[in-house]
Nanobody, 115 residues
């Protein structure tokens, strides 16, 4: 399974971005999918997850600003990011977990929030 992430970029504080991540290479859908992020010098932290039944979970730091969603037919997970702050600057990684428990990571997409 390969995960291809896109949608990162440079945005001013208060702006919005939408990340997408599409799974390919398997005819089977993934179970839980989500996004993690890693800023320079920091560990990779959970941002948000969505289960196959669309139950969502968010880090406290993004609650009310970010929305995760998925389109199972397209094998794609999205992260709508609003009211972005400089501290949201990081490389964002897509993650998928198969029903058998195998973990897959995408290649990462840079999000920079700066004026």
């Amino acid at each position: 399974v390969q995960l291809q992430a896109s949608g990162g970029g440079l945005v001013e504080p208060g702006g919005s971005l939408k990340l997408s991540c599409t799974a390919s290479g398997s005819r089977f859908s993934l179970g839980t999918m989500g996004w993690h992020r890693q800023a320079p010098g920091n560990q990779r932290d959970l941002v948000a997850t969505v289960s196959s039944s669309r139950i969502t979970n968010y880090a406290d730091s993004v609650k009310g600003r970010f929305t995760i969603s998925r389109d199972n037919a397209k094998k794609t997970v999205y992260l709508q990011m609003n009211s972005l702050k400089p501290e949201d600057t990081a490389v964002y990684y897509c993650k998928g977990v198969s029903y058998g428990g195998t973990v897959y990571w995408g290649q990462g997409t840079q999000v920079t929030v700066s004026s």
